[in-house]
């Protein structure tokens, strides 16, 4: 799996989402950032869930290509930006 192959699965499961994905280097896992407005007010453990839940429709073997997506707001993702 590709990352964005992954990211149009997000985009599927979290619609209006910004799905910054990469893989470190062939062979490596997908990971990155999960930017949506959903996740406003929401927990970051409650944010995780979420993703777990929707991660958990790929099979398995494409689980296993993802290490760890931050899961932030636009606004959050704004601050992180700047600094």
């Not at 799996?1 to 470190?24: K, T, V, W, Y």
């Not at 970051?44 to 290509?65: A, C, G």
């Amino acid at each position: 799996m590709e990352p964005q192959h992954l990211a149009i699965f997000l985009q599927q499961n979290f619609p209006g989402c910004d799905p910054q994905l990469e893989r470190g280097a062939p062979g490596e896992r997908i990971g990155g950032y999960l930017i949506w407005e959903g996740f406003d007010g929401m927990e970051q453990i409650d944010r995780q869930s979420k993703l777990r839940e929707v991660l958990r429709q790929l099979p398995r073997d494409q689980q296993l290509q993802v290490t760890v997506i931050l899961t932030v707001t636009p606004a959050e993702w704004t601050v992180m930006s700047e600094g």
